[in-house]
């Protein structure tokens, strides 16, 4: 299992803009806009915080494949690509953690 099954269920969140909404779930996430997306992700990662903490690993595996279907649909409902996402990271790994949060401004921006 690698970051390929990351960009396999991103094309799949692509090319369920294509199928009926009332047939794929997906569709009818992205046809909310980002704000219905941004919702779900939220409710998603308080659960995932949740299960963190206070329920079983196997809870928790299934939190975070939540949280990550969701992020992804997110992503695709604001047109960022995953390979844009995973060239910040990559970036980043460049410098410790702690210099890189100093580089940000206070909205989270790299100055």
């Known amino acids: 299992m ?3 099954v990351l960009f396999r269920l991103a094309e799949t969140i692509r090319a369920r803009r294509a199928e009926a909404s009332d047939r794929s ?3 009818q996430l992205l046809d909310g806009g980002p704000e219905r997306c941004a919702k779900k ?3 998603e990662a308080v659960e995932t915080v949740i299960a963190g ?3 079983s690993d196997d809870a928790l595996r ?3 494949a939540d949280l990550l279907y969701h992020l992804l649909v997110l992503l695709e409902a604001r047109g960022i690509a ?3 996402v995973f060239a910040v990271l990559d970036g980043r790994m460049a410098q410790s ?3 890189e949060k100093a580089s940000r401004d206070a909205k989270g921006e790299a100055r």
């Open 25 to 27: 779930y997906t569709r």
């Open 62 to 64: 299934a939190e975070a």
């Open 53 to 55: 903490v206070h329920q």
């Open 41 to 43: 992700l939220g409710e």
């Open 2 to 4: 690698s970051s390929d």
């Open 82 to 84: 995953l390979d844009d």
């Open 97 to 99: 953690g702690l210099a």
